[in-house]
């Protein structure tokens, strides 16, 4: 983002985005829209963001401004539990639902995929890769253990089986127990 905009001004901006993209999915959400809700020109919104999917790509990371990189407890559990602490239920299923209407979109939208991968995604994995690979040089998890390739697998899952099988949102209480009953067993801790 170019340096015109106040961090408050930029955080504003992306708070919108988020409930707009709640409000109407992304098919629907315009940068007119955006405009008009946070009382901005297009002009600024193109200046600063360049389209509407970095736009969105940037209000989601914006709403996840810890990575898993900076999480690092000791061990492997506690970094899971503390990213899962970190978390506000009510937060998580407006987080939730949110991305279920993003992961339809990225169907039709490849530039909404790309931005999503770059800012999201990409981040995400390698703060992920960074917690698990510190778990391995501890001596928790064998380097040469298969799971360790489908842990962000096995963590999307949770968000998406836990809504599409028990018709229920994601919590704090799940993903612990998910974490200690699936996650870290297919890593080699037998909890």
């Not at 602490?85 to 998580?92: F, G, L, T």
């Not at 995400?124 to 998890?141: C, K, P, W, Y």
Request: with cysteine.
């Amino acid at each position: 983002m170019a340096g015109r905009l106040t961090a408050e001004r930029a955080g504003e901006l992306y708070e919108a985005v988020l409930d707009l993209l709640r409000e109407v999915g992304y098919d629907a959400l315009t940068m007119d829209a955006v405009a008009t809700r946070t009382r901005s020109s297009k002009a600024t919104l193109y200046r600063q963001w360049g389209s509407k999917p970095e736009l969105v790509a940037r209000a989601l990371r914006h709403n996840k401004p810890v990575t898993l990189a900076e999480i690092d407890t000791g061990s492997l559990r506690g970094d899971f539990h503390e990213l899962v602490a970190r978390e506000d239920d009510c937060q998580m299923e407006k987080d939730s639902a949110l991305m279920r209407g993003l992961m339809r979109a990225v169907h039709d939208h490849p530039e909404l995929h790309r931005a999503l991968r770059e800012v999201l995604i990409e981040p995400e994995i390698t703060g992920l890769d960074a917690l698990l690979r510190r778990a391995v040089e501890r001596g928790e998890v064998r380097a040469d253990n298969l799971a360790l390739s489908y842990v962000v697998h096995m963590l999307v899952g949770a968000f998406v089986a836990r809504q599409l099988i028990e018709d229920r949102p994601v919590d704090k209480a799940f993903l612990v127990d998910y974490i200690d009953a699936v996650v870290l067993p297919a890593l080699g801790d037998p909890r």
